[in-house]
DNA sequence: TAAATACGTCAGTATGTCTGACGTAAAAAC
DNA sequence: GTTTTTACGTCAGACATACTGACGTATTTA
């Protein structure tokens, strides 16, 4: 069970720890990327919603958003509903980022995916959806379907 | 496929983001953590193996090695075959410490272990090894086997 | 109107990490 | 047997990320 535990720091680096030119390059650093792609994984999330993914504090996170804002990369608008709530958005110069940054790291994963083979993918999932919270398994709270 | 991404995000989150009481106890963080995980993992790793399978500065582990040396938690020594080299071990106090920190995620992991079956753990360790660098697959480098 | 909610911000601090330079002991190369 | 390389330790300074706590604002709900 602990070289499960091994298994995932590794690939957890692998896949989350790089150092991307393109990220350099903009000035943004991890914690920004980490953001970007879960802003473009849950398009009009809420601010509130992006916490509970991120496991962060407000005041952490808004710094990074305030450079990603700054910086023309993410889009926040009132919601329609509740005009307390920002829903949050990729700019088209984010998402030509993010698209960038996917692309860098793409093919590892293609790889070891194809590799393993779909059964395997499926056990992988299955037992990362039982490890990860409940409420995280899907997609976030706040966010637009 | 970013389905996974998310998945392994929110996994590691609650595997190793977790913030133990008994760390704090000790004064330490999570830093320490993983360097004791990883030394009780590879018993004798040198630094450089330590190194390596953190991958962070030679500075940067000094400093969490100091603490964990400090507080009597692992033990340092010259390699037998080359004296240059100093092998890890957790000390009798480190042991246990790990052992209570393994004790109170362990259950997290036996669940989801269990309820997903022999066959998605099968699965989620060979598309993680996919993704983990290959040098870094199995123990590592420097340790005593 | 009053209270609660969702967010933003200011200020200070802790942690973890980095680069760069320099030193030491031991092994390997010559 | 001297020189070079290796493996490690350390000092100094900096940056990135995250934290706690307090306070302010707009908007919705009671």
Known sequence: MKQGVDLLFHAFLDVFGQDEAALRA?????????????????????????????????????????????GGFVERRAAPNDRRMRQLRLSPKGAQLETALWDAQRPKLVRAFREAGPDAVAGFRRVLSGLAPAEKRNRAIGSIP
Chains 1, 2 share one sequence.
């Not at 879960?38 to 996170?61: C, D, E, H, M, Y």
């Not at 990074?64 to 700054?70: A, E, G, I, K, S």
Request: glycine share 6%; proline share 2%.
């Open 26 to 70: 903009a000035k943004l650093g991890r914690a920004h990327r980490r953001a970007l792609y879960f802003i473009a994984r849950n398009p009009g999330v809420t601010v509130a919603g992006l916490l509970a993914i991120l496991k962060i504090t407000k005041q952490s996170l808004n710094r990074v958003l305030n450079d990603l804002l700054d």
